[in-house]
């Protein structure tokens, strides 16, 4: 009899540890979660090789085999290859390229505000209630930010830009981010 009980509360927590990693909308199971990792990964390896971009200037995010490309590059052949990188990596179901072509050299002086203004921005992001900072990328070029990444919301995506917005420093915010697609 005492082995029957042990069985079923086996078999219950079972279940419920089943219940626990099944994804909600807006959340990725954890097999969705190591696929887009898999797939970011790829790209950025794939970016690093390639001599028509340039990696660092690349952030690669991914959700549910959505990928979004952010960041700001020196041409608009970088940012076309990157595009073409992304759409050829398995398991890939589209590429949303949110880089912006810009000048990006700069100088020390001006690298250095860039960071301190990215970090304000990421501590707000943090410090902001409405907002998840770990889903939100923040890249900082003279000034100009852009945000990027997958949100929860319209909302969160909102407020995120308002929170840039109100750093003083910040010239203007491109705000990139992406609501999660539901499944």
Do not use: W
Request: proline share 2%.
């Amino acid at each position: 009899m005492k082995f029957r009980n042990l069985g079923l509360a086996g078999v219950l927590l079972a279940a419920i540890g089943a219940m626990a990693c099944t994804a909600t909308q807006t959340q990725r199971s954890p097999g969705e979660a190591v696929d887009d990792t898999v797939i970011t990964s790829t790209i950025k390896a794939s970016l690093v090789k390639d001599p028509t971009t340039k990696a660092r200037q690349i952030e690669v995010d991914t959700y549910r085999g959505v990928v979004q490309l952010s960041g700001f590059v020196d041409t608009a052949a970088s940012k076309s290859r990157a595009t073409e990188i992304a759409q050829m990596t398995k398991g890939v179901i589209r590429v949303d390229n949110s880089l912006e072509v810009r000048n990006t050299d700069t100088t020390a002086g001006t690298m250095i505000d860039d960071s301190l203004l990215t970090t304000k921005v990421k501590a707000a992001l943090i410090d902001n209630p409405k907002t998840k900072a770990r889903q939100i990328n923040v890249e900082t070029l003279r000034g100009v930010v852009q945000l990027s990444g997958f949100v929860d919301s319209s909302t969160e995506k909102e407020e995120a830009a308002t929170v840039a917005a109100s750093i003083a420093g910040v010239k203007e915010v491109h705000n990139e981010l992406a609501i999660k697609p539901a499944s």
